[in-house]
Every structure is written in C-alpha cells, then in structure tokens.
C-alpha cells in the first residue's frame, strides 16, 4: 500500500527537516513525502531539493510559482499523488503542529472503520489544542467548529482538522481537483463532499501543538472566507 504524506510548505525551512525525520522515523514500508512549495522567500523550496536529493526513492518536491493558498497547493500535490499511484494520502502542516506518530493509528482506523477519511482530531476524548493558546484562540477554534457544524450538521467533532488520511478513491469522488475555497473552509469543503457522496468520515485523538519557529499564514481573509463558506456550501449548487 502506497501512502504520500503532502506537506504544503510556505516559509519553513527550520521546521521542514524535522518533520521529515518525524515521518521518516515511522518506519511505514511504503511512504512517501510530497512538498509543496510556493517558491518560499527563505529557501525551503530548494532546500527541499537537497533533502530529495538525499532520498529520491520517498521525498519528491512541487514547486509552484508563487504563494496562493494553502487549498490550491493541496490540489496540486493531492493530484500529483493520485496521479503517482497512492493508496492513501496524508494532508499535514510542516509546522509540526500535527504529531506524525499518530500516523499508524489514522491508517489502522482507515482500514478497519470502513471510513472514508480519518481526521487528526482535537475535539474527540483524548486529543486536545494546544495548551499554549490563550482562551481568545481556544474560543475562535471551537465556534468555529460549532458554527460550521450548526449550519452543515456533518456530525463531525473537528470539522476544521488539516491533518487528515484518505482513500485514494474518496479523493476521486469528491473530485479534489473542483474545490475553490482556500483556507480552514478547504478542510470543510472536503468534509461536505465526502458526507454528501454517502461516505464515512471517523476520527482519531491528536494533541495538537502550537508552532515554535516561523509565523502563521492565517490571515483575516482566510477567516473571512470560512465565515462565509458554510452558507456557500448549504445554498450552492456546487457540491
Ligand atoms: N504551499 C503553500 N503552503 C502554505 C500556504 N499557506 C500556508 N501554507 C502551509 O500550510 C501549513 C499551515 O499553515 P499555517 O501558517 O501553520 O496556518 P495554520 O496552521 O492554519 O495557522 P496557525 O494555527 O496559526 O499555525 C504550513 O505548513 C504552511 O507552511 C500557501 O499559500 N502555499
Ligand atoms: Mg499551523
């Protein structure tokens, strides 16, 4: 079974190296690590190209031209992956926000829950946020989870979740590759899709961490676009 990790990357080059030695620690037969980079200011494009360099069997690198959004780097790299014959794809940040060694337990459910996806998920009995964020943080992230589960009821408990394993075939039925929001409402829009072709999504415990090096690319726009996103979902035609 073929499994590729996609890592979007902006800006990350300390945190790059260690979470590849995090997923390479595993010790999963047949893993692979995609990077998506928007052609980084600090360089972890082309460092990226040296860590492959090292590895060429299981790291490969995407690089695009500019910065445009966690979303479109996650369709590039997830069409990249099907197109390369993954059984199962990993979404995970690089900024070591989402612990790897949860990984064997998301691929054990994914087997044996008949579930279309597995979420890394905060809000489940045993996972957490991170216990640095202030109370404001806290309570942004769980309205939001709230907000988004009042409107669209996916009866799912971490409906903003970035860490995620899939199927290759729920990927393909929900046609990835359409999806036009970008940030947290990318994670959403995914989620819906899946509810909405009759497949199963199940979740696993993670205590997620906050970031140590480099800054956040959330932005008032991201947050924004998720406000609005789950009205666009529920009266659209789109989904
Ligand atoms: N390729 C690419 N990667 C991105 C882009 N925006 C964010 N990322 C990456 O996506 C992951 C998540 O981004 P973060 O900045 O940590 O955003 P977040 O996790 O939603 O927000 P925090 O909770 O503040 O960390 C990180 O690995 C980023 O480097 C982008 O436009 N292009
Ligand atoms: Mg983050």
Do not use: C
């Amino acid at each position: 079974m073929k499994v590729t990790v996609v890592v979007p990357t902006y800006n990350e080059r300390e945190n790059l190296p260690v979470a590849v030695d995090r997923l390479t620690a595993l010790a999963i037969a047949d893993l692979h690590i995609l990077v998506v980079d928007d052609n980084s200011p600090d360089g972890t494009g082309e460092f990226a190209d040296k860590l492959a360099a090292e590895r060429p069997e299981n790291l490969g690198v995407l690089h695009r031209t500019e910065k445009d959004g966690l979303g479109r780097a996650y369709i590039a790299g997830i069409t990249r992956a099907l197109d390369e014959g993954a059984d199962v794809i990993i979404q995970m940040d690089a900024d070591l926000s989402h612990p790897a060694d949860v990984i064997p337990a998301m691929l054990d459910k994914l087997e044996t829950s008949g579930a279309g996806v597995v979420l890394g998920s905060r809000y489940v009995p045993g996972g957490s946020t991170a216990t640095e964020w202030k109370w404001y943080r806290k309570a942004l992230s769980a309205w939001a989870n709230f907000y988004v589960n009042a409107i669209l009821r996916m009866g799912v408990k971490d409906a903003t979740a970035g860490f995620k394993a899939w199927k290759a075939d729920t990927l393909r039925a929900i046609d990835v590759a359409s999806i036009r929001s970008n940030g947290y409402s990318f994670q959403v829009e995914m989620n819906y899709r899946t509810i909405k072709r009759g497949v199963s999504i199940a979740e696993v415990p993670i205590r997620f961490e906050e970031r140590t090096k480099g800054a956040s690319k959330m932005s008032l726009k991201v947050q924004l676009e998720s406000a609005a996103m789950p009205w666009k979902l529920l009266f659209g035609r789109q989904v």
